[in-house]
Nanobody, 118 residues
Framework: VQLQASGGGLVQAGGSLRLSCGAS????????MAWYRQAPGNQRELVAA?????????ADSVKDRFTISISRDGTQNTMYLQMNSLKPEDTAVYYC???????????WGQGTQVTVSS
């Protein structure tokens, strides 16, 4: 399985961005895909997750501003993170992640930088 993230950039506070993460080769039925972020000097933190059954969860800091979704086409999945009302504190490198729920097998994509100016 490979993950490819894209969509980061520079935006003013209050603006929007949409991140995408393409996942190819998913042959297992139960999984979780997620977005994490890491700001300089901070630990990587979970932003939002979506499960193969459609359940989602969000960090409190992004609830009501960010929306995670997924589209499926055979073994190709694309995960999105629609980010609205962006704040400077959302500035970080955002990483996509895939976890196979049966055994915890995990894959990380490369990061994409999101910078929100005040």
């Amino acid at each position: 399985v490979q993950l490819q993230a894209s969509g980061g950039g520079l935006v003013q506070a209050g603006g929007s961005l949409r991140l995408s993460c393409g996942a190819s080769g998913i042959l297992f039925s139960t999984y979780r895909m997620a977005w994490y972020r890491q700001a300089p000097g901070n630990q990587r933190e979970l932003v939002a997750a979506i499960f193969s059954d459609g359940r989602t969860n969000y960090a409190d800091s992004v609830k009501d501003r960010f929306t995670i979704s997924i589209s499926r086409d055979g073994t190709q999945n694309t995960m999105y993170l629609q980010m609205n009302s962006l704040k400077p504190e959302d500035t970080a490198v955002y990483y996509c992640n895939l976890e196979r729920l049966s055994d915890g097998y995990t894959v990380w994509g490369q990061g994409t930088q999101v910078t929100v100016s005040s």
